[in-house]
């Protein structure tokens, strides 16, 4: 069966320190991968999603950046950290041909 | 641009039924529900296709209208369980990602 792993579950990192989330997909290959982002109370923005192996599509600019250097692997990355980066990251996944998108368990990220 | 959903949120006696209403300004191919305790990440539920379907599972049960762009969540002598935020995620033709509505916060009480 396929699962999906993210970590770290929780972090608090200070402003313009970088960051970095990971997400790995076990028991498929070639899913689409997804990092939506929510805010304390809020709903999920889509931040990017990949197809493929270093294809990655942005959804809204910001200081955060994507990548997927192996087939089940993705990357939320930041340079520098801002306040307004602080929430909750989720990282999601579809088989190709599937239409059913499952979250993994989140990252608590605090920006101090 | 993202899903409307109404209300936004919703108090309720367990027993009691709930209507979430879930609607977009453009042809979808699919919709999709989710449940989120807090602090957890967001649980699936169901997914509707174009084709105009309804689906059921227990007392949760949705349904999809794509001439209205429409789907609606109906839950039916609610739970203590049921109690939580739920999405709707649409997806339409040509993309790849699922867009979410702002969801309604469901509170189901003894």
């Known amino acids: 069966s396929q699962t999906i792993h993210q970590w770290p579950a929780t972090l608090v990192q200070p402003v313009g320190s970088p960051l970095s989330l990971e997400c790995t997909v076990e028991?498929?290959?070639?899913?689409?991968l997804y990092w939506y982002r929510q805010a304390a109370g809020r709903g999920l923005q889509l931040l990017f999603y990949s197809v493929g192996i270093g294809q990655i599509s942005s959804e809204v600019p910001q200081n955060l950046s994507a990548s997927r250097p192996q087939d089940r692997q993705f990357i939320l990355s930041s340079k520098k950290l801002l306040l307004s980066d602080s929430g909750f990251y989720l990282c999601?996944?579809?088989?190709?041909?599937?239409?059913?998108?499952?979250f993994g368990e989140g990252s608590w990220l605090t920006v101090v | 641009q993202q899903p409307v959903q109404s209300p936004q949120a919703v108090i309720l006696r367990e027993g009691e039924d709930a209507v979430i209403n879930c609607s977009s300004s453009?042809?979808?191919?699919?919709v999709h529900w989710y449940r989120q305790k807090h602090g957890e990440a967001p649980i699936f539920l169901m997914i509707?296709?174009?084709?105009?379907e309804q689906k059921g599972h227990d007392k949760i049960s949705a349904s999809f209208n794509e001439k209205k762009q429409q789907s609606s969540l109906y839950l039916t002598a609610s739970q203590l369980s049921y109690s939580g935020t739920y999405f709707c995620?649409?997806?339409?033709?040509?993309?790849?990602?699922?867009?979410f509505g702002s969801g309604t916060r469901l509170q189901v009480q003894p």
């Open positions: 453009k042809a979808l191919y699919s």
């Open positions: 028991g498929t290959s070639n899913p689409n």
């Open positions: 995620g649409t997806l339409d033709t040509g993309r790849r990602a699922l867009t």
């Open positions: 999601a996944w579809r088989v190709t041909s599937g239409n059913t998108i499952y």
């Open positions: 509707l296709l174009k084709g105009g």
